[in-house]
């Protein structure tokens, strides 16, 4: 078995029958962005009761993901999420990467925007790439691929996820873009999507038409560049447009089990 004792507890659940364990990896540094954070790694209960390797689905906000307690808007509940995919065959390791508070907005975006700042996503997506993904591929029972490894985010965790599908296309086959920030560095990612090379795999894009007129302008535009390059809706491309939907961590906790 892949996983330390050390480190694996049951996740505490007011329901009867836990959806699955959370491991604690602590003080993992990183080299790329010379800092260091806890990382959470999400198996369901048919990892112990199987050897097959698993999907690997990366998330951002990673305190945000399964404990009301550690969050800082509210949690996801992407553990009670995952059961219900479970259900429909659908079953995967989640690891969660927690922000790092004041530096969150920087590692978020390649780009630097002239208010917000931002510049160290290449160096975000290399930590990912370079040094946690080889971390969980050891550890656990994962299917490498590109086809079974995804990323997936909100806001600019959304953002830095769409980027990260098509800068590293080797390692990405999938990607869920939440609400993402498009009007960062005055929407340098319309340009970087518009010329990178198209990156196949697949894509979820979603919105809810409460956060603003600009927010939702935007989402339509990235979709349509996404469909002339190729993606197909309801095949490659998943579009959810939220009518209830605002910018907060409750609707996008709500909305991550359709893309799951």
Not at 223 to 246: A, C, F
Request: proline residues 6%; glycine residues 10%.
């Amino acid at each position: 078995m892949h996983v330390s004792n050390q480190y694996v507890r049951k996740w505490a659940l007011r329901r009867r029958s836990p959806p699955g364990t959370l491991e604690t990896i602590p003080d993992v540094y990183s080299p790329e962005l010379a800092n260091r954070r806890d990382i959470l790694v999400y198996l369901p209960n048919s990892y112990f009761r199987t050897d097959r390797p698993f999907p690997v689905l990366y998330m951002h906000d990673g305190q945000n993901l399964f404990d009301p307690i550690t969050s800082f808007a509210g949690e996801w509940g992407v553990d009670h999420a995952m059961a219900t995919a479970a259900k429909r065959g659908r079953r995967a390791i989640v690891v969660a990467i927690p922000n790092m508070g004041i530096d969150r907005t920087k590692e978020y975006s390649p780009f630097v925007d002239s208010r917000a700042g931002g510049g160290a996503g290449d160096a975000y997506v290399d930590f990912i790439l370079q040094t946690l993904k080889p971390m969980i591929d050891a550890r656990f029972r994962t299917l490498p691929e590109r086809e079974g490894t995804g990323i997936a985010g909100s806001s600019m965790g959304g953002l830095i996820s769409l980027y990260a599908f098509f800068r590293a296309p080797h390692a990405f086959g999938f990607a869920g873009v939440m609400s993402p920030a498009l009007w960062f560095a005055e929407g340098a990612i319309f340009r970087y999507v518009r010329t990178a090379p198209y990156a196949g795999g697949r894509i979820y894009l979603d919105v809810g038409t409460r956060e603003g007129v600009g927010t939702l302008n935007n989402a339509r535009e990235l979709r349509d560049i996404l469909v002339q390059k190729g993606y197909t809706m309801n095949e490659t491309l998943s579009w959810t447009e939220d009518e209830r939907g605002m910018h907060n961590e409750e609707c996008w906790g709500r909305r991550i089990r359709d893309p799951l």
